[in-house]
Every structure is written in structure tokens, then in C-alpha cells.
T-cell receptor, first 115, second 116 residues
Framework: AQKVTQAQTEISVVEKEDVTLDCVYE???????LFWYKQPPSGELVFLIR??????QNEISGRYSWNFQKSTSSFNFTITASQVVDSAVYFC????????????FGGGTRLMVKP | EPEVTQTPSHQVTQMGQEVILRCVPI?????FYWYRQILGQKVEFLVS????????KSEIFDDQFSVERPDGSNFTLKIRSTKLEDSAMYFC??????????????FGPGTRLTVL
């Protein structure tokens, strides 16, 4: 069975600090996909990134970067030079090749960026 | 840019009443999903739907729940007799692709259901 754990329930930083959100997953499938979603206070789910299990290359997109390590089953998300607008709940999620695209979400990390 | 839409944005109902939550997935998408998020908690999978039938469902999706695609555009979630614990945000999502789990799920803005 698949499982996603986000151990940090809440993080508070001051603007311009870097922050890393942790995500650890469990799966028996050899082919799987990892996602990060942002949920701002308005409530919608905003897609940030998707990685497949065969691609361990780290990815950078502006101030966002992701570190995927199969050896530790982790898919961590770093925001560089955080801004107040980054304040949101961030969810890590997993889908398995053989589970019909359904997403299993972690519990989320609430990030508060203070000015 | 095409998007998933959901109506209503907020629904208030009395316990025991039936509610229907509506979604319009992106037009050429083939797989449809409902997820639920109880306030302050994680997003939980309810059901997936493909080719006019349920393909997967979770333990949450019991006999009180049903889904339907009544026409070529709408995808609905019905709760027959609402309970207090059904109060949550309900998200609809759709996927273009045909298999594999690699597809990005496009989420709608959600319907907040409040059961009194």
C-alpha cells in the first residue's frame, strides 16, 4: 500500500529565508510518480511538479527546487528566498503505475512566511 | 487555458438531505476523480471514473455515495443522506491520459459542503 508522510506539520520562516519541506513515501510499485501541490488560503490545489520514479534528476524552477532520492524514498521541496506569497499548505502526493492514477496525499505542511 | 469547474462553490445542507455536487472536467479528458478534504486535514481519494464506470474507490466511498456522468460534460457526486462528518471540501479532478499514473491531475476549485 502506498503512503506519504510529511513530518513537518507547520513551518514558520521570515521572508528571504530558504526553507525545505520534507516528503517521505512508501510504495511497492517500481514505477510511480511523485507530485507537489500548493494550497493557498483560497483553497484550490495548485500543481507544482511531477516526477517519475526513473528520473532522479533534481529540478529547479525559479525559486523552487526539488530533491528526489530513491535511496531514502524522499522527495523534498526547497523554496529559496521565501516570500510572503509562498504562505500556503503544501502537499506531497504519490501515484502508482498500477493504481489507476489515484493520488495518495501526505498530511501537508503549512508554511508561514512572515515579513 | 482549459480548466475544471465545480458548482456550487459552497453548499449548506441539513443532515439527512441528499446533495449533488457538480463538476465539468476538461473537455477531452478521459479519467475523472473525486477527492475529499476535511477541514485542516489531508486530501483523500474517494473514487475514479473511466469509460462510464467506477474504476477505483476508497473505503470512504460507501453506499451513501454515487457518481454519474449524465451527459458529455458533467460529472456528479451524490451523497444520498448527508451526515455531519460529510462536511468537507470536495475536489473534482480530471486527467487527459489513458494509463500509468504519470498524468497531471487538473483539480477544480472545490465545493465546500457544510452539513448542519
Amino acid at each position: 500500500a502506498q503512503k506519504v508522510t510529511q513530518a513537518q506539520t507547520e513551518i514558520s520562516v521570515v521572508e528571504k529565508e530558504d526553507v525545505t519541506l520534507d516528503c517521505v513515501y512508501e510504495t511497492r510499485d517500481t514505477t510511480y510518480y511523485l507530485f507537489w501541490y500548493k494550497q493557498p488560503p483560497s483553497g484550490e490545489l495548485v500543481f507544482l511538479i511531477r516526477r517519475n520514479s526513473f528520473d532522479e534528476q533534481n529540478e529547479i524552477s525559479g525559486r523552487y527546487s526539488w530533491n528526489f532520492q530513491k535511496s531514502t524514498s524522499s522527495f523534498n521541496f526547497t523554496i529559496t528566498a521565501s516570500q510572503v506569497v509562498d504562505s500556503a499548505v503544501y502537499f506531497c502526493a504519490l501515484s502508482e503505475q498500477n493504481a489507476g492514477n489515484m493520488l495518495t496525499f501526505g498530511g501537508g505542511t503549512r508554511l508561514m512566511v512572515k515579513p | 487555458e482549459p480548466e475544471v469547474t465545480q458548482t456550487p462553490s459552497h453548499q449548506v445542507t441539513q443532515m439527512g438531505q441528499e446533495v449533488i455536487l457538480r463538476c465539468v472536467p476538461i473537455s477531452n479528458h478521459l479519467y475523472f476523480y473525486w477527492y475529499r478534504q476535511i477541514l485542516g486535514q489531508k486530501v483523500e481519494f474517494l473514487v475514479s471514473f473511466y469509460n462510464n464506470e467506477i474504476s477505483e474507490k476508497s473505503e470512504i466511498f460507501d453506499d451513501q455515495f454515487s457518481v454519474e456522468r449524465p451527459d458529455g460534460s458533467n460529472f456528479t457526486l451524490k451523497i444520498r443522506s448527508t451526515k455531519l462528518e460529510d462536511s468537507a471540501m470536495y475536489f473534482c479532478a480530471s486527467i487527459l491520459g489513458t494509463s500509468g499514473g504519470q498524468n497531471e491531475q487538473f483539480f477544480g476549485p472545490g465545493t465546500r459542503l457544510t452539513v448542519l
